[in-house]
């Protein structure tokens, strides 16, 4: 199956600091999806983004689908950003299930 | 829009008896709903994959007759662990997939403690 790697696995920042969260995947997908998990557990979709640049706020995320690779961006971050950033892909022959990374731990320092 | 709900939030019982919680899709139709486990520090792993009106497809080691699933209605799943035991103890997520397309959105999970 697909393989799905996110780096750097923790970073911890300065509030108002920018950041960047890597995605890669082994095979082409149809769909991909960064989330932010909070500190109850609530997964918030960021971003639905196969391919292409999408910003929303101080995030944007760009998906490079032939070189199988996304990008999150942080910028200006705060606090309230503190979370795991979860990427997932679906693949044409996963029959609608995603598959995660293993995410990365984001604190954000005052 | 694409809200999900879970019921319960949290959840302690006792060892040996069953669970049910209810993923809830608010304001659309879901004919997708998938479960996932999540433990501590760790990533969410698929459970099984629940189609509304058909039986509910398990991943590879986890027991269908353990956990039960039931989608009864384009908006409504529910997870059921039988016997429960303290192993069982995690953080249960669902999904919903809004139909036609490939977005899936999450319930805010349930934390299961088996005491």
């Known amino acids: 199956g697909i393989q799905v790697e996110q780096s750097p696995p923790d970073l911890i920042l300065q509030e108002g600091a920018n950041s960047t969260l890597r995605c890669n995947f082994s095979?082409?997908?149809?769909?991909l999806q960064w989330f932010h998990q909070n500190p109850w557990g609530q997964l918030i979709n960021l971003f639905y983004?196969?391919?292409g640049t999408k910003q929303n706020g101080r995030l944007s995320a760009t998906t490079v689908a032939t070189e199988r690779y996304s990008l999150l961006y942080i910028s200006s971050s705060q606090t309230t950003d503190s979370g795991v950033y979860f990427c997932?892909?679906?693949?044409?022959?996963?029959?609608?299930?995603?598959?995660f990374g293993a995410g990365t731990q984001v604190v954000v320092t005052p | 829009g694409a809200v999900v709900s879970q019921h319960p939030s949290r959840v302690i019982c006792k060892s040996g008896t069953s669970v049910k919680i209810e993923c809830r899709s608010l304001?659309?139709?879901?004919?997708?709903m998938f479960w996932y486990r999540q433990f501590p520090k760790q990533s969410l792993m698929l459970m099984a994959t629940?189609?509304?009106?058909?039986?509910?497809?398990?991943e590879q080691g986890v027991e269908k007759d353990k956990f039960l699933i039931n989608h009864a209605s384009l908006t409504l799943s529910t997870l059921t662990v039988t016997s429960a035991h303290p192993e069982d103890s995690s953080f249960y997520i669902c999904?919903?997939?809004?139909?036609?397309?490939?977005?899936?959105?999450f319930g805010p999970g349930t934390r299961l403690t088996v005491t």
């Open positions: 983004i196969p391919s």
């Open positions: 999904s919903a997939r809004r139909g036609g397309t490939y977005e899936q959105y």
């Open positions: 304001d659309f139709q879901a004919t997708t």
């Open positions: 629940s189609n509304e009106g058909s039986k509910a497809t398990y």
């Open positions: 095979d082409s997908v149809n769909n």
């Open positions: 997932a892909v679906l693949t044409t022959d996963s029959w609608g299930k995603f598959q």
